[in-house]
């Protein structure tokens, strides 16, 4: 009998030990933000990456009654700015607006970090879509001309990205996988040189975000042969996609997503994904920017679990190609 009495108030005790934690998560969800987010971006102001995250900051001040700032820490294609956030305290008040590279850059670098293990991903911002560019001089016109050129003069052509280990970089090594064409990698320091050169024939082809290019193709300075997506752009809808242009399991858009250090309450993480997707659904300035700038909504709910298995997949996709085409970075 005095067993069963105590058993009960074990049990007891663990209910309203529950209970509180229930409460106290329930609270916290309900609370924050109670001060000012910050959003770690690990690239310079001006930026498409920096952008994302200035866009954003401001809606989610205005729907969280709370400010939101954007700190730029540079580095190491955003390594530097992705470590300071996976070393934060895990309250939700320090936030990395990361991109594509977040995922690329966990099998080219040697990280004191791991990105699935230690960043917890909470809502993709928007994707933005490559495309495939040749200099206009270039006797190519669609894909398949340039894959047959380049085989009948192996390594002499060139595909230009804005540094080793880019997003830029890593498409057109898989671009070479998918189609056995040989093209010699040409690192810059940024898609500015590189573009600039890619207009003056120093380099042959390149495959970087649509937005900025597609003036340079509209003016007919340089040739747009295939868009990286898995469907036409709206804004550029006369540019077939590499799919369509023949090469197979082909799919590929930068894109820029919001990740918390791991071990963020669930209720902080959840509160942040909902205002995120509710400022993509129904705020027209944030819809308008996107337009401007040729961003487009993130693929699927963008739910948490959604987000999740997305980032793995990109994970895996990216280390695969890493590996493939051997590409490190010390």
């Given at each position: 009998m005095k067993n069963l009495k105590l058993m009960g108030r074990r049990a007891a005790m663990l209910a309203v030990c529950g209970g509180m934690?229930?409460?106290?998560?329930?609270?916290?969800?309900?609370?924050?933000?109670?001060?000012?987010?910050?959003?770690v971006v690990g690239y310079a102001a001006g930026g498409?990456?920096?952008?994302?995250?200035?866009?954003m900051a401001?809606?989610?001040?205005?729907?969280?009654?709370?400010?939101?700032?954007?700190?730029n820490k540079p580095g190491a294609n955003s390594n530097i700015g992705a470590e300071s956030v996976v070393r934060s305290p895990a309250d939700g008040y320090t936030l990395f607006v990361g991109s594509i590279s977040?995922?690329?850059?966990?099998?080219?670098?040697?990280?004191?970090?791991?990105?699935?293990?230690?960043?917890?991903?909470?809502?993709?911002?928007?994707?933005?879509p490559n495309i495939l560019a040749v200099n206009a001089s270039l006797p190519v016109n669609n894909v398949a001309d340039l894959v047959a050129y380049a085989k009948s003069k192996p390594e002499q052509l060139s595909c230009a990205s804005p540094g080793s280990g880019s997003s830029a970089h890593l498409g057109c090594e898989l671009f070479k996988l998918r189609t056995g064409a040989k093209m010699l990698h040409v690192p810059y320091r940024?898609?500015?040189?590189?573009?600039?050169?890619?207009?003056?024939?120093?380099?042959?082809?390149?495959l970087d975000n649509l937005p900025p290019l597609l003036p340079q193709i509209?003016?007919?300075?340089?040739?747009?042969?295939?868009?990286?997506?898995?469907?036409?752009?709206?804004?550029?809808?006369?540019?077939?996609?590499?799919?369509e242009a023949g090469v197979a399991d082909f799919d590929v858009a930068a894109w820029f997503a919001v990740f918390a250090p791991a071990g963020t309450p669930r209720a902080v993480v959840e509160k942040v994904n909902a205002a995120i997707n509710d400022a993509l659904k129904n705020n027209p300035d944030i819809q308008a920017k996107y337009a401007q700038n040729g961003f487009l909504m993130p693929a699927g709910d963008n739910s948490?679990?959604?987000?999740?298995?997305?980032f793995q997949?990109?994970?895996?996709?990216?280390?695969?190609?890493?590996?493939?085409?051997?590409?490190?970075?010390?």
């Open positions: 934690a229930v409460a106290s998560t329930s609270g916290l969800a309900q609370e924050y933000p109670a001060k000012p987010v910050k959003l498409a990456t920096d952008l994302s995250a200035r866009m401001d809606a989610l001040s205005r729907s969280l009654g709370q400010t939101f700032i954007v700190e977040t995922a690329i850059n966990q099998a080219v670098y040697k990280l004191g970090f791991d990105a699935s293990r230690d960043l917890l991903p909470v809502a993709q911002l928007n994707l933005v940024g898609s500015g040189p590189a573009v600039s050169d890619l207009l003056g024939g120093q380099v042959s082809a390149m509209r003016s007919g300075k340089l040739k747009g042969l295939a868009v990286t997506t898995a469907k036409r752009v709206p804004f550029a809808a006369d540019i077939p996609t590499m799919q948490l679990a959604s987000f999740k298995d997305f997949s990109e994970l895996e996709r990216w280390g695969n190609v890493a590996k493939a085409a051997k590409v490190t970075i010390d």
